[in-house]
């Protein structure tokens, strides 16, 4: 979410829900234009891609990390506003310590202690949230240039991580696609293969804050999930899986982030917390859904994995001004993210994070947006 005015168009989309008029729908297909984003401090040259559909949606990615850097929505009247947090320049990304829009791995969320045991073999990792390990190391593939290509209305981005990266077994050849659809939706599906056993946990990490400014906690949050799994004060799952019904986790039925909030600040000062998703089967299924009073724009998450990682924002504190001079304040945005449980590779009761060779890990995620019209408009 920039404090930019570079995409000033006039461009008045009306997407629905049931009940409401629907704009028409156009088969142009999704254009793409890439430019150059900068050179990394390594000198490697990096790229971005603007994808446009048919009703004039726009979403931006890198190659740098694979990340989501803008994505810009119509509200009930038609306004457009960048929906998630970003920055403009390659050099924020590389400084900030958010993975704001960022691919994930090879294990996102926290391996405790940095340790694990495949096979027999203890491996180390380091443990660069003490005392556990986060988001794939001191330089995951958040901070990593990946190599971009264009085809069929999508970019995918591809990014080879060698045997003992950041302590992990194994050549893992993994690849992103980013798919922007004429029907609002843009979808993000990972592959992954390997010479030797090794875990994967792969997400993206975008905030979204669908008023465009201001917090999320007026925001109306649904999650299609009855159990989480309790953490210890190091925000690591204890191995349990408990009812979230009645309590302050349990967004079964819509309402606001806010409104329950401040009984989560005694460990995670909000809401940072792996709930586990009713689903049945590995097909794509309901995960969440975020609605913005303000705005009217609607946000549906639809996955393939079975837990959803629920983040508040909790460490923004409006210190970073980035080269751009963005600054985001605590509960600016709201991620969720589909990804395996924390933990898991530690965790037998867990839904396996193993990858073993000969075998392909694909998972898919599906953020479907929507503009609610008011009657009265």
Request: hydrophobic share 35%.
């Amino acid at each position: 979410m920039h404090v930019s005015s570079r995409l000033a168009r006039g461009v008045l989309v009306a997407l629905a829900l049931s009940g409401c008029r629907v704009a028409a729908r156009s088969t142009r297909g999704t254009t793409i234009e890439q430019r150059s984003f900068g050179r990394t401090r390594d000198g490697v040259d990096t790229k971005i891609y603007t994808l446009t559909n048919a009703h004039g949606l726009v979403a931006k990615v890198t190659d740098y990390g694979a990340t989501l850097t803008e994505l810009w929505l119509p509200d009930r009247n038609g306004k457009l506003a960048d929906v998630v947090l970003g920055y403009e320049h390659l050099e924020d990304y590389e400084a900030a310590p958010f993975y704001l829009g960022a691919v994930l791995g090879r294990v996102a969320n926290r391996v405790a202690n940095g340790k694990f045991t495949l096979d027999g073999r203890t491996y180390s990792l380091a443990t660069n949230r003490a005392p556990n390990h986060l988001h794939g190391g001191i330089r995951g593939f958040d901070k990593r240039v990946w190599t971009g290509a264009v085809s069929g209305g999508a970019v995918t981005f591809a990014y080879t991580s060698p045997d003992g990266e950041e302590g992990y077994p194994g050549n893992l050849r993994v690849k992103v696609t980013y798919r922007l659809t004429d029907a609002s939706e843009l979808r993000i599906d990972y592959e992954a293969m390997t010479d030797k056993p090794t875990p994967i946990n792969v997400t993206n990490h975008s905030f979204f804050n669908l008023a465009g400014s201001g917090t999320i906690l007026d925001h109306t949050l649904t999650i299609h999930a009855s159990r989480y799994t309790p953490a210890n004060a190091s925000l690591v799952p204890t191995g349990e899986i408990a009812s979230v019904i009645g309590g302050p986790l349990d967004f079964t039925q819509p309402r606001k982030i806010g409104e329950r909030i401040e009984e989560m600040r005694a460990v995670a000062n909000g809401y940072d917390h792996n709930l586990v998703l009713d689903r049945a089967g590995d097909s794509l299924s309901f995960a969440a859904r975020v609605e913005s009073p303000a705005s009217g724009r609607i946000l549906e998450i639809w996955t393939t994995e079975p837990g959803v990682q629920f983040f508040t924002g909790n460490r923004f504190d409006g210190t970073f001004p980035g080269v751009g001079g963005v600054k985001y304040e605590r509960h600016a945005g709201v991620a969720l993210e589909p990804q395996h449980f924390p933990d898991a590779i530690n965790h037998t009761d867990f839904p396996s994070v193993v990858l073993r060779p000969g075998r392909t890990f694909r998972s898919s995620t599906v953020y479907r947006f929507r503009t609610r019209i008011m009657l009265n408009d």
